[in-house]
C-alpha cells in the first residue's frame, strides 16, 4: 500500500508563478502610468509650466495634491507631464540601441571571418571609450538638450548589445536543427528568419527590459546634471535638478520625481525577471 501512495515533491519556488506575479506587476505599473496621462485632461490639473509665485514651495495639499516647485508650479502636473517626455526618450533611446546592434550582430555572427572582426573591432573602438564620456563628448558637441542626450546615450550602448546579439547568433547556429536547416537547402535567409531569430529574439526581451531601465536611469542623470532635458520642459530628472536647492525647504519637490523614477525602474526590472521565468520554464524549441 505504502508503494502505491505517490510522493509528493517539494514544489519549487519558479513554479509559484512569481515570475509571472513579478511580470503582472511592472505591466501594471506601466500601465498605470499611460492610464495617467491618457486621463490627465480629466484630473482638473493645472498647466505644467503654470507659475503661482503666491504658492511657491507650498507642501502637499487639497489643492496641490504633491505641492508645488519653486516656481509655484504644480509637482503632481508635472510629474504626470513627464511620462510621455521620461519614458518615451528611453524607450526612443533603446529601439535606437537595438536598431543598431541586431543586424550588426547578426551580421557579424553569420558572416564571421574578416568580416566580423572588423565589425567588432569597430564595436571594441567605441566600448573602449568610457560610456559617460562618450556621452558627454556627443553631448558637447550638438550642445545640451534631450535629443542630444538620446544619441549620445544610444551611441555609446550599442556595441555592448551588439557583441551580446553575436554571442547569441553564434550559439545559435551550431544547434543541430539549424545545420539540418541548411542541409535541407534552405536559404539563409530563411534560416535567418526562421531558425535563427526565434531563438534569440526571446532572451534578447528580457535583456531590453532590463536595460531600459538602466537607459531611464542614465538620461535622468544626465538631466539631474543640467544636460538632458532643458527649462521649462517637465522631465523626471530635470526636476530632480530643480529640487537640489529647495530640499530641506520644500522636501516633496525632491520626493515626487525620485518616486516616479524608482517606480519606472521597479517596472521595467521586475518585467524583465517575469520574461526570464517565463522563458527558463518553457518547453525546448517552443517560442
Known sequence: MADSIPMTKPTPLGSLGLGSVGLVAGTGLLALYVLLW????????????KMDLLARLSAPSHVHLLGTDHLGRDVLARIVAAIPVSLGASLLT???????????????????GRIDALMMRLA??????????LTLAIIGFMGASLEAAI?????????????????LVLSAKEKDFVKAA?????SRMRVVFYHILPQILPPLAVIVSLETASVLLALSGLSFLGIGAQPPMAEWGAMLNDARSFF??????????GVAVTLAVLAFNLIGEGLRDLLDKREPYRW
Open 182 to 186: 541548411r542541409l535541407g537547402g534552405a
Open 94 to 112: 533603446m529601439f535606437g540601441i537595438f536598431a543598431i546592434a541586431l543586424p550588426w550582430g547578426l551580421c557579424a555572427g553569420l558572416l564571421e
Open 38 to 49: 491618457f486621463a490627465s485632461p480629466y484630473l482638473f490639473l493645472p498647466g505644467p509650466d
Open 248 to 257: 530641506a525647504q520644500a522636501p516633496h519637490m525632491f520626493v515626487a520625481p
Open 151 to 167: 544619441i549620445g546615450v544610444a551611441v555609446a550602448w550599442w556595441p555592448s548589445m551588439a557583441r551580446l546579439v553575436r554571442a
Open 124 to 133: 571594441d573602438i567605441i566600448m573602449a571609450f568610457p560610456t559617460l564620456i
